[in-house]
T-cell receptor, first 109, second 113 residues
Framework: GQNIDQPTEMTATEGAIVQINCTYQ??????LFWYQQHAGEAPTFLSYNVLDGLEEKGRFSSFLSRSKGYSYLLLKELQMKDSASYLCVVMDSNYQLIWGAGTKLIIKP | DVKVTQSSRYLVKRTGEKVFLECVQD?????MFWYRQDPGLGLRLIYFSYDVKMKEKGDIPEGYSVSREKKERFSLILESASTNQTSMYLCASSPRGEVDIQYFGAGTRLSVL
């Protein structure tokens, strides 16, 4: 079966750095997405990786290793507004999206 | 900015009622999707549509139907609501292309009593 694993919840301190990991086993691979979802709101697109390596976008970076079936989202200089759930999503060989259950990130002052 | 609008944020219905959830997008996107989101689970795809009048079953279509009469509007229908359909329903749209970045509505939280 197809599976995406990410931690259920993480806690970090304002101003710090946090890394949210995602491992996947899917039928083929056509890219990996990260979405952010604040409580009670719509998921919004953060990043897309299809090649190995690190993609940096401001305070957020996303890394992919296809051989390991592994990605992480790195958030730097954490702000209280970064408190949200972060969803890891893989597009399989049929271009179908497989969604992880999300990691709830709690930021403490 | 892309805007995806869902007609209701909260709905309370009774078992057996017919329920309509409406979704409208304003960016001329070809693709539209309906998901449900439940605690501890990833988003699950109910139905999707790649064009007007087109519909495809997702992973959990049982108990649901959809309608896409116009490009901008995608409706989800619960023919006879049941308590196990209590959930958050999310509509999304995306443009045709290789990288399927989806744009979501704010969601409808449906409670079936």
């Amino acid at each position: 079966g197809q599976n995406i694993d990410q931690p259920t919840e993480m806690t970090a301190t304002e101003g710090a750095i946090v890394q949210i990991n995602c491992t996947y086993q899917t039928s083929g691979f056509n890219g990996l997405f990260w979405y952010q979802q604040h409580a009670g709101e719509a998921p919004t697109f953060l990043s897309y990786n299809v090649l190995d390596g690190l993609e940096e976008k401001g305070r957020f970076s996303s890394f992919l290793s296809r051989s390991k079936g592994y990605s992480y989202l790195l958030l730097k200089e954490l702000q209280m507004k970064d408190s949200a759930s972060y969803l890891c999503v893989v597009m399989d060989s049929n271009y179908q999206l497989i969604w992880g259950a999300g990691t709830k990130l709690i930021i403490k002052p | 900015d892309v805007k995806v609008t869902q007609s209701s944020r909260y709905l309370v219905k009774r078992t057996g009622e017919k329920v309509f959830l409406e979704c409208v997008q304003d960016m001329d996107h070809e693709n539209m999707f309906w998901y449900r989101q439940d605690p501890g689970l990833g988003l699950r795809l109910i139905y999707f549509s790649y064009d007007v009048k087109m519909k495809e079953k997702g992973d959990i279509p049982e108990g649901y139907s959809v309608s896409r009469e116009k490009k901008e509007r995608f409706s989800l229908i619960l023919e006879s609501a049941s308590t196990n359909q209590t959930s958050m329903y999310l509509c999304a749209s995306s443009p045709r292309g290789e990288v399927d970045i989806q744009y979501f509505g704010a969601g409808t939280r449906l409670s079936v009593l």
